[in-house]
């Protein structure tokens, strides 16, 4: 996690800014498959995401300065060019890449490790009106859909993958992917699950798997139950044995191109 000088807020300040966004240009070129062919002028002169984490890291430098009013004023300027709200004194790693970025909003006491994907609509957000840190720790190569809510101080760990529109309210542990309001942690075909992806389409669907369970429990009762009472049972019966439709497929070719 980069770490701003304190003593000296002057040039030295200013090339680390510039050295982290350099490496926010290069993680938007790797991550972005419409920046592949874009050069890097071009990618910090149009890009959203690159813009606000530019306003950012200047403002937390001044806030982290104790520098008033100003860091707070960039920070409003960002959210209203580009969309995106960070809070001066929310902390971001290396490589942090935000894909569109409409709507996000990242609070005061979030910490952002590095090589974090984010896509538009997440939020970093609080819970409660307690003071000290209320807002989520994002560890390393951790990646976030569209929409997802993590709220609270909670962490969410290395490699860790949130599906869009989930609603995170505890920890995550690493390697996992979280899916469902509220935010259940599952793995992808008992791979370990690290880096960028935008694949949202197969992932399991825990509340399916679980009635699936229940319907077939339920039939092997039924069953039993007419076996027992010698109705409609007994090795010859026609009673069709429970089942679930799935309402979509977690199988076939990656529609993100993997």
Not at 99 to 112: M, Q, R, S
Not at 120 to 125: A, E, K, N, R, W
Not at 177 to 182: D, E, I, L, Q, S
Request: proline content about 7%; overall charge negative; glycine content about 14%.
């Amino acid at each position: 996690m980069a770490r701003y000088a304190l003593v000296m807020p002057g040039l030295s300040v200013f090339a680390q800014v510039a050295k982290e966004l350099r490496r926010d240009i290069v993680a938007a070129r790797d991550r972005d498959p419409a920046a592949r062919d874009v050069g890097q002028v071009e990618i910090l002169a149009t890009w959203p995401g690159i813009h606000a984490l530019l306003a950012h890291r200047v403002a937390h430098a001044l806030n982290e300065a104790g520098m008033p009013l100003l860091p707070r004023a960039i920070a409003l300027c960002s959210r209203t060019l580009t969309g995106i709200e960070i809070h001066p004194a929310a902390r971001i790693g290396e490589g942090l890449f935000i894909d569109h970025g409409t709507g996000v909003v990242i609070g005061e006491t979030a910490d952002i490790g590095d090589d974090v994907t984010l896509y538009q609509g997440v939020t970093l957000g609080g819970t409660g009106f307690a003071t000290g840190k209320r807002h989520p720790t994002v560890q390393d190569n951790v990646t976030i859909g569209s929409g997802a809510k993590l709220l609270g101080p909670i962490t969410i760990g290395h490699g860790a993958k949130i599906g869009a529109n989930s609603v995170v309210i505890t920890d995550v542990p690493p390697n996992s992917t979280v899916v469902g309001n509220p935010g259940h942690p599952v793995r992808v075909d008992g791979r370990r699950v690290e880096g960028p992806d935008a694949d949202w389409i197969h992932l399991p669907d825990p509340i399916a798997e679980a009635i699936q369970g229940l319907a077939s429990r339920i039939g092997a009762l039924e069953q039993a139950m007419a076996e027992l009472s010698g109705e409609n049972g007994g090795e010859g019966s026609n009673t069709p044995a429970a089942e679930v439709t799935p309402l979509r497929t977690v199988r076939g070719p990656n529609p993100a191109g993997g």
